[in-house]
């Protein structure tokens, strides 16, 4: 039952936040590879990893498993992307970019958890 209650916790209070914060990040592609917003290219990146999708090809597959109204939550307005649209944006965004914008969020959503037994997981 804790479990539940921090996963609701988490998608309450910081899911919204993570799309918003991922909006402030300056968009490198140029005007002819904007065909999905990039907040949504980003949290879906971020939820990908965070299921345990390694690569590009692993997270444009767990996006295209999900339902029609994640990818709408998530901020796509039409069919998901292949693994070469997260390939080409991650390749232009400098990683610290990324990071900077995140370590807030994940800090955020930490500060709001009670303590418990976690396990840490990379983004890179």
């Given at each position: 039952?804790?479990?539940?209650?921090?996963?609701l916790?988490?998608?309450?209070?910081?899911?919204?936040?993570?799309?918003?914060?991922?909006?402030?990040?300056?968009?490198?592609?140029?005007?002819?590879?904007?065909?999905?917003?990039?907040?949504?290219?980003?949290?879906?990146?971020?939820?990908?990893?965070?299921?345990?999708?390694?690569?590009?090809?692993?997270?444009?597959?767990?996006?295209?498993?999900?339902?029609?109204?994640?990818?709408?939550?998530?901020?796509?307005?039409?069919?998901?992307?292949?693994a070469?649209?997260f390939?080409?944006?991650?390749?232009?965004?400098?990683?610290?970019?990324?990071?900077?914008?995140l370590?807030p969020?994940?800090?955020?959503?930490?500060?709001?958890?009670?303590?418990?037994?976690?396990?840490?997981?990379?983004?890179?």
């Amino acid at each position: 039952m804790a479990l539940i209650t921090e996963v609701l916790l988490v998608t309450s209070c910081a899911a919204g936040s993570l799309l918003a914060a991922l909006a402030s990040i300056p968009d490198p592609r140029r005007r002819k590879g904007k065909r999905h917003p990039l907040a949504a290219l980003l949290a879906a990146t971020v939820c990908g990893i965070l299921v345990g999708s390694r690569g590009y090809k692993a997270i444009a597959q767990w996006l295209r498993n999900q339902e029609p109204k994640v990818w709408h939550w998530l901020g796509f307005t039409r069919k998901p992307p292949c693994a070469n649209s997260f390939r080409n944006l991650l390749m232009q965004l400098p990683p610290e970019t990324l990071e900077a914008v995140l370590r807030p969020w994940v800090e955020q959503a930490l500060a709001q958890l009670p303590p418990t037994d976690m396990q840490p997981v990379a983004l890179d």
